[in-house]
Each structure stands twice: as C-alpha cells, then as structure tokens.
C-alpha cells in the first residue's frame, strides 16, 4: 500500500475531496462523516419513528461517594458533597441545571445477604422539588429498619438541560 504525507491539500473552490469510507474534508475546511458531533445533533431513535437529540440523552452529572462522610471516588460536574447529618448529603454540581426539573437517580451500597440490611436513597423531598435547586440537589438514605442512615457508597446521576 502507498502512502502520501503532505503538510496541505487543497480543493478547487467549490468542490470536495472524498476521502476514504465516505468521510469529506470541504474547501471550506469543514469535516463531514469524521464521528464530530454538536449538542444539536439529532439521531434516529431506537425505534426508527422519531429522533434524538444528542445531548439531552448524556447525563448531567455523576458521582459515587462514601455515604459515611464525603469521600468522592469518581464524578462528573460534581463541585463537592455537603454531610448534612445522618442519612442526609447535598450534592453540589460545577455547572447548573437549566431548571429544578431534571431526574436524579440515587442508589446504594449494602450488605448483601445480611437480614434487615436494605437500603433506600432519593431526594430529601415532601413534594418532588423540594431539595432540589439548580445548583445543588439534597438526598436522604435510610435502612430498611425505617431509620436514616450512612451507607457504604452513594451512587448518584442527573438527566435534564444544563444552563
């Protein structure tokens, strides 16, 4: 196989080059079919039927911490963790949220197999938005004994638009 190295190559105004597996590289210095992706990027949904925008499919914000304090193993556009108590954590992000309604999911650890060890995790909510505001969102994590509690690891994502 041969192999070209040059420093430019230029197209006629007007035209393309085609480069190989259908990726084009435009007059204009444009790249087309290169895998780049913008946040207005629609896809075909799974279904075929309707679309998907790119970037309201990718979560918002990760992280897992030690529930026994704020030790943070692993996240993304997490600014810090708050202990507010037992069985309480506020999580803070680096960039905010469009509004309060977006998706937090939140689960934890437990001791598997050990009777009366099952644990629950949400937002520390009386009516599903309480605890949550754009720039940080409260959790609440209690044992299957009814009681709040600190559990080993807390698992935490956010679905919804950045502001």
């Known amino acids: 196989m041969s192999r070209l190295v040059v420093n430019q190559i230029q197209a006629k105004t007007g035209s393309e080059i085609e480069i190989p597996s259908g990726h084009t590289i435009r007059n204009n210095g444009t790249a087309v079919g290169f895998g ?4 207005t990027d ?13 970037a309201q ?6 992280v897992k911490f030690n529930g026994a304090g704020t030790t943070v ?10 202990d507010s108590g037992t069985g309480y954590h506020r999580v803070n992000f680096t960039n ?7 998706v937090t999911h939140s689960t934890t650890a437990h001791n598997y197999g050990v009777s009366n060890n099952g644990w629950s995790s949400g937002v520390a909510s009386d009516n599903g938005t309480n605890g949550m505001t754009t720039s940080t969102v ?4 209690g044992n299957s004994g009814g009681n709040n509690a ?3 690891a807390v698992h935490v994502s956010l679905d919804g638009d950045l502001a």
């Open 96 to 102: 905010n949220m469009n509004s309060i309604h977006y």
């Open 73 to 82: 193993n692993e996240s993304f556009n997490t600014g810090s963790i708050t």
């Open 36 to 39: 780049l992706s913008t946040a």
């Open 138 to 141: 409260q959790l609440s994590h």
């Open 150 to 152: 600190d559990p080993t």
């Open 42 to 54: 629609t896809l075909p949904s799974e279904g075929g039927a309707a679309t998907t925008i790119v």
């Open 57 to 62: 499919g990718l979560s918002k914000l990760f």
